[in-house]
Nanobody, 121 residues
Framework: QLQLVESGGGLVQAGGSLRLSCAASGREFIILDMGWYRQAPGKQRELVAVISRGGSENYGDSVKGRFTISRDNAKNTVYLEMNSLKAEDTAVYYC???????????????WGQGTQVTVSS
């Protein structure tokens, strides 16, 4: 069983910055893709950013140029640097990982519990 633990959410003023972290723990796994999704009240969950094991990045259109995703494979951790935050970035941010279980070669997708980001205007 894999666990994803997020940290770094909070309240920030518009124009400010926050950094989210998500650490994966467990046994006998290789993390393929790691990423962040968000869900605002009354809206569907949407992609924020995703990064492959090799470092290829993909961003949602609304955050391009403001957010940066990175990962540390040795620490099984993904980061999201959020700059120039806007009120519309307010949401619960969820960490996501696509994982290969080495003992079975099966792939699974795991989600973190979510961390609240609130941007005041």
């Amino acid at each position: 069983q894999l666990q994803l633990v997020e940290s770094g959410g909070g309240l920030v003023q518009a124009g400010g910055s926050l950094r989210l972290s998500c650490a994966a723990s467990g046994r006998e796994f290789i993390i393929l893709d790691m990423g962040w999704y968000r869900q605002a009240p009354g809206k569907q969950r949407e992609l924020v950013a995703v990064i492959s094991r090799g470092g290829s990045e993909n961003y949602g259109d609304s955050v391009k140029g403001r957010f940066t995703i990175s990962r540390d494979n040795a620490k099984n951790t993904v980061y999201l640097e959020m700059n120039s935050l806007k009120a519309e970035d307010t949401a619960v941010y969820y960490c996501n990982a696509r994982v290969l279980i080495t003992t079975t070669t099966a792939e699974y997708v795991y989600w973190g519990q979510g961390t609240q980001v609130t941007v005041s205007s």
